[in-house]
């Protein structure tokens, strides 16, 4: 039972880690779009709307990566704990 709180810890702190690196990146490129975007667009030749789209979709699919290798496991060995303390 012990075992099922450590690594419901570890994941929770992964997931906390993971999110808030998540919105710094989220911040640093909301406030520094123009730089990047015209990095980008000078040395490799991307448009600023597919630019926009790429990230749109990196995010969504770290959000998703976050939530499903992170906070999914950490609920679950929660719900084992508690399980394996009643019984």
Known sequence: MEKFKT????????FIVSFAIMIIA???SFL???LIAGML????DIESDDLCQDIIIIFGIWKLIIIQFSLVPA???HWMSRTKADN
């Open 75 to 77: 609920i679950v060995f």
């Open 32 to 34: 520094g779009y123009d």
């Open 7 to 14: 690594l419901r810890d570890v994941f929770i702190k992964i």
């Open 41 to 44: 667009e000078s040395t490799f």
């Open 26 to 28: 989220c911040l640093i």
